[in-house]
């Protein structure tokens, strides 16, 4: 069976990842519309070999649409996404705005793909958060063997997780360093040439900024509400891909290697962890992967049961793109195809 699908913002970097692997995946389409503002209408983005002309969103009726991947802004899909629920569609968005509805479901297809089920609420499917897409990927095996009781996670996020702007803006000012130029800050609040910025999202009441909220509400609901969290959440000089130091507390003793042999059981784990120089993964790696990586496996003696690791993925394929075509293949096979 042949879907006719829809991808809203498809002339963002996340919209155009989403284009690439659909493409990539030989998603089974019969045909694909690419959606954005009315400033982008009118112009060309790929999808395979293929060159779509880009509609206006706001002009777009989603009649007939099976499924619509979207990758717009929150405030942007707070307005259509139910409006092509309700012409027929299932929306799998990937914005901030459904996340913690407790009528959408908050699906990563590695971890809980029996929650896709819960589309049938509202139409709507929701894609977590980039950093939140490889914790829970690394977190769901060892929950599984021994009960993350509690997690401390520190994430070096790129600027492709701020859009374009936030990758033209690192460009600019790596560049400008160099012939003594004073970096010029719109994206981001301080330089992000040659430094790094413990602030991602907005800051909350208690400190935390929503990019740290956002990674311990969404872990608990993909994964378990007794799970305790903190994070700190920091953007660094890095084009494309997240990582994160994970440390957890387990309910029962669970050795390193152990935990290596259940990450290199877990789909859509690679581990990369040798004891030498270089014997671990790093963004540069990973960029374009589909995978999460998963290396530096360690025992921390600081806890009971408490284990240390480092996560990097591609945020704009697992992280983003790839998280929503997976969930698109499981509607499709689980659900719509029946």
């Not at 259940?262 to 270089?278: E, P, T, W």
């Not at 671990?280 to 496996?297: C, F, K, L, Q």
Request: aromatic share 6%; proline share 4%.
């Amino acid at each position: 069976m042949a879907y006719k699908v829809a991808v809203v913002g498809a002339t963002g970097a996340v919209g155009r990842e989403m284009l690439q692997i659909l493409s990539e995946r030989h998603f089974p389409v019969s045909e694909v519309i690419a959606l954005a503002s009315d400033r982008s209408a009118g112009g060309k983005v790929s999808f395979g070999d293929q060159d779509l002309t880009v509609q206006d969103l706001a002009k777009f009726s989603f009649k007939g649409v099976d499924i619509v991947l979207s990758s717009p802004g929150a405030k942007v899909s707070a307005e259509f996404a139910p409006r092509a629920a309700q012409a027929g569609a299932v929306v799998i968005d990937n914005t901030s705005h459904f996340r913690m509805d407790p009528d959408v479901p908050l699906v990563v297809p590695e971890v809980n793909p029996h929650a896709i089920a819960g589309y049938k609420k509202k139409g709507i499917i929701a894609n977590p958060n980039c950093s939140t897409i490889q914790l829970v990927v690394a977190l769901r095996p060892l929950h599984e063997a021994a009960r993350v009781k509690r997690v401390v996670v520190s994430t070096y996020q790129s600027v492709s997780g701020a859009g374009k702007e936030g990758m033209d803006e690192l460009f600019n000012q790596t560049k400008g360093v160099y012939v003594n130029d004073i970096p010029e800050k719109q994206t981001f609040t301080k330089q992000i040439a040659f430094n790094v910025i413990p602030h991602i999202d907005v800051f909350m009441e208690d400190g935390s900024t929503k990019e740290e909220w956002k990674l311990m509400v969404e872990t608990k609901k993909i994964l378990d509400p007794s799970i305790k969290l903190t994070a700190t959440c920091v953007r660094v000089p890095v084009f494309v891909g997240h990582s994160e130091a994970v440390t957890v507390e387990l309910e029962r003793e669970l050795s390193a290697d152990d935990a290596r042999a259940l990450f290199k059981q877990q789909r859509g784990i690679s581990v990369i962890d040798h004891r030498a120089d270089g014997g671990y993964v790093t963004p540069v790696e990973i960029a374009g992967e589909d995978n999460v990586y998963v290396s530096r496996i360690r025992e921390d003696s600081t806890v009971e049961n408490g284990l240390s690791f480092w996560v990097a993925a591609d945020n704009l394929r697992k992280g983003a793109a790839l998280n929503a075509v997976q969930i698109a293949e499981r509607l499709a096979k689980d659900y719509l195809g029946q």
